[in-house]
């Protein structure tokens, strides 16, 4: 099921991409990254719906006012968001969707990369059995091209200058800050809860370190779509006016703006 479903549509676009594109593999890797977004646009935009609903419920009356109401009941000021946000329609989860469903098309992506690139007769044998048979031309694709610039894409990534006796990491470093980016963009605004705003501080952090130890350990094609990845996601936010780079380069968690009050 999962080989249907997920490895063999995957295997098969990055080698339709790679005939395509001139056997650049670093290049049929971005664009299969763009096609994933494209795909995927849906639960994105629904999950930056969900987090502007819930902006704008945490600046409304009933909220300041529940949160003066229940201040020193952490309980029943518990009780009384959920009743709100059913009364209101607002899913506290429905930001975290897209970031679930992630996981699995990254599995997938690294077992794809890691078959597709294969060169011994075991793991070419092991290839040639998940290639639809209507791909053209496929016999004359392997074994591919997994260079880009200093990198070997099925191998981690790692910049080695003269001068220094280790690599630098340079892509799993680049992954640290764009999902650093990222995840200040789609994490709806705290309630103003001293537990909650520190669990969102620590999930904004334990994220891009994650994901930069899997750019570390992992193929750096990888890596490479981990990057690109997010550069669209923020792209995209750019594109749509909900940019902030005040807010977007701070390390605190993103606060509801408190409703404006007229001059008495």
């Given at each position: 099921?999962?080989?249907?479903?997920?490895?063999?549509?995957?295997?098969?676009?990055?080698?339709?991409?790679?005939?395509?594109?001139?056997?650049?593999?670093?290049?049929?890797?971005?664009?299969?990254?763009?096609?994933?977004?494209?795909?995927?646009?849906?639960?994105?935009?629904?999950?930056q719906k969900s987090a502007q609903a819930m902006q704008d419920l945490q600046k409304s009356k009933e909220w300041q006012e529940m949160q003066k109401k229940h201040a020193k009941d952490k309980q029943k000021l518990s009780q009384a968001?959920?009743?709100?946000?059913?009364?209101?329609?607002?899913?506290?989860?429905?930001?975290?969707?897209?970031?679930?469903?992630?996981?699995?098309?990254?599995?997938?992506?690294?077992?794809?990369?890691?078959?597709?690139?294969?060169?011994?007769?075991?793991?070419?044998?092991?290839?040639?059995?998940?290639?639809?048979?209507?791909?053209?031309?496929?016999?004359?694709?392997?074994?591919?091209?997994?260079?880009?610039?200093?990198?070997?894409?099925?191998?981690?990534?790692?910049?080695?200058?003269?001068?220094?006796?280790?690599?630098i990491p340079t892509l799993a470093i680049l992954v640290v800050i764009t999902t650093f980016l990222q995840q200040k963009l789609i994490t709806p605004p705290t309630?103003?809860?001293?537990?909650?705003?520190?669990?969102?501080?620590?999930?904004?952090?334990?994220?891009?370190?994650?994901?930069?130890?899997?750019?570390?350990?992992?193929?750096?094609?990888?890596?490479?779509?981990?990057?690109?990845?997010?550069?669209?996601?923020?792209?995209?936010?750019?594109?749509?006016?909900?940019?902030?780079?005040?807010?977007?380069?701070?390390?605190?968690?993103?606060?509801?703006?408190?409703?404006?009050?007229?001059?008495?």
């Amino acid at each position: 099921m999962w080989d249907t479903l997920i490895l063999d549509p995957m295997m098969n676009s990055l080698l339709f991409l790679y005939s395509l594109l001139g056997g650049q593999f670093w290049l049929a890797i971005i664009i299969f990254t763009v096609l994933i977004k494209v795909i995927t646009f849906p639960l994105t935009w629904q999950q930056q719906k969900s987090a502007q609903a819930m902006q704008d419920l945490q600046k409304s009356k009933e909220w300041q006012e529940m949160q003066k109401k229940h201040a020193k009941d952490k309980q029943k000021l518990s009780q009384a968001q959920m009743a709100l946000y059913k009364e209101k329609g607002v899913s506290p989860f429905g930001s975290c969707l897209p970031t679930l469903i992630q996981f699995p098309v990254l599995i997938g992506l690294y077992q794809a990369i890691s078959r597709v690139l294969a060169d011994g007769p075991l793991q070419l044998l092991d290839l040639s059995g998940h290639i639809y048979p209507f791909l053209p031309r496929a016999e004359q694709l392997i074994p591919l091209n997994a260079r880009f610039l200093w990198m070997n894409l099925a191998q981690p990534e790692r910049l080695v200058l003269p001068f220094l006796a280790f690599g630098i990491p340079t892509l799993a470093i680049l992954v640290v800050i764009t999902t650093f980016l990222q995840q200040k963009l789609i994490t709806p605004p705290t309630t103003g809860d001293p537990s909650q705003a520190q669990m969102t501080r620590m999930m904004g952090l334990y994220m891009p370190l994650l994901f930069g130890y899997f750019a570390m350990s992992f193929s750096s094609g990888l890596a490479l779509y981990f990057v690109v990845s997010n550069l669209l996601t923020i792209a995209q936010y750019a594109v749509t006016g909900k940019l902030d780079w005040k807010n977007l380069l701070s390390f605190a968690p993103r606060q509801p703006v408190a409703p404006v009050r007229g001059k008495k």
